[in-house]
């Protein structure tokens, strides 16, 4: 057959193949039968050196035209298939679906509980101040009258950076900041992380408190308890009872622990006729640690000796566990989006 013929033929036989192309990738099939580098024009023009040489450039220009036509075909038949592509997509697009709302935050328990705690305490008239979680020495025991062979030391409880650096076991070295960076009279507290080697069903290596203390003249046992009981009435509700516990603390004399009604049974030990697992029937449970503070802390910041005040230390999970009927102390620490979601 005649090369000229044959290129000419390409075109019809292109238009009846588009006839039958219904999708984009049956369309690329077709585009590399006719033009790919083995297709069929490249077929036909591999005949070319066979040709008379003066027959040659007719030939050439034949093919090109040819391409250009196929080409232009391809674009069209390609562009329509994509339009009722789009169409379809549309076409099955609801509308009326409800759209997927983004996550909503929410703040955890343990920061709730700190804010409320801070809302309730600022009220009273206290400062909100902060320390360092790696602490010295000093600072975490030494001044707090728990001198070297002290047993709160023990490397049991303690998470040591070096001999004489620690991870802080409690909040109470800000007092001792506090005392050193301000005079009398000050009333503080301070919420924060604390560590302790010590992981169990009830205990986190890491857990929180708020430490808080009063320094003036002439502040007493008394007031001490009118400041316990109005915040804690606050946070657990005007009708919770308070019991002071006599207690020891190294920092404070005397010291006391203080219980309030359980929250869950309403202090009568029995919920519906169950035993209270809270207090497990007691109808107390305790709160948090408190006392005047010993006169050797103040020796150790240099307050002169006719100083008096308070202070206390609360666990904040604990609050926060008694408050929300929390069950189990992991779930603080286990990011589980179910737990902290309903919280918001
Ligand atoms: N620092 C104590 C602890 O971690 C808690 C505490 C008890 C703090 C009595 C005080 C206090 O300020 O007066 O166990």
């Known amino acids: 057959m005649d090369l000229i013929t044959a290129l000419e033929g ?8 588009l006839a039958q ?3 984009l990738e049956a369309l690329e099939v077709l585009r590399v039968d006719f033009l790919g580098r083995k297709g069929r024009l490249a077929h036909i023009m591999s005949a070319l050196p066979q040709l008379a040489p003066a027959d040659r450039p007719a030939a050439g220009q034949k093919a090109n035209a040819v391409k250009e036509q196929l080409s232009a075909l391809f674009e069209q038949h390609k562009s329509a298939l994509e339009q009722a592509r789009e169409a379809e997509a549309l076409r099955r697009f609801d509308p009326t679906i409800p759209g997927r709302l983004p996550w909503r935050g929410s703040l955890h328990p343990d ?10 305490l600022r009220g009273l008239g206290f400062d909100v101040a902060s320390g360092p979680e790696v602490e010295n020495d000093f600072y975490n025991f030494e001044s707090l009258n728990m001198p070297p062979e002290h047993p709160a030391r023990d490397m049991q409880d303690t998470l040591y950076v070096s001999d004489k650096v620690v991870m802080r076991t ?3 070295p800000v007092q001792v900041r506090t005392m050193l960076s301000r005079k009398p009279p000050l009333a503080v507290i301070c919420p924060g992380k604390v560590y302790r080697r010590d992981s169990d069903l009830t205990h986190t290596p890491m857990f929180h408190q708020i430490e808080g203390l009063m320094v003036g003249h002439g502040i007493s046992m008394a007031h001490l308890r009118g400041i316990l009981t109005a915040f804690v009435r606050e946070i657990f509700g005007s009708a919770t009872q308070v019991r002071f516990r006599p207690s020891f603390f190294p920092f404070t004399e005397p010291s006391a622990e203080v219980d309030i009604s359980c929250c869950m049974c309403g202090g009568k030990g029995h919920v519906n006729g169950e035993p209270c697992r809270v207090c497990k029937t007691t109808g107390w449970v305790e ?3 408190c006392g005047m503070v010993d006169p050797a802390v103040y020796a150790a910041v240099g307050y002169p000796s006719d100083v008096s005040g308070f202070a206390f230390g609360l666990g904040v999970e604990r609050v926060a566990m008694l408050k929300y009927g929390i069950g189990d102390l992991r779930m603080f620490f286990e990011n589980d989006a179910r737990f902290l979601g309903q919280f918001a």
Do not use: K, Y
């Open 170 to 172: 409690h909040t109470s």
């Open 10 to 17: 390409l075109v019809p036989e292109l238009e009846s193949g």
């Open 21 to 23: 192309a219904s999708s």
């Open 287 to 289: 709160i948090l640690g």
């Open 111 to 120: 920061t709730l509980v700190i804010e409320e705690i801070c809302d309730v």
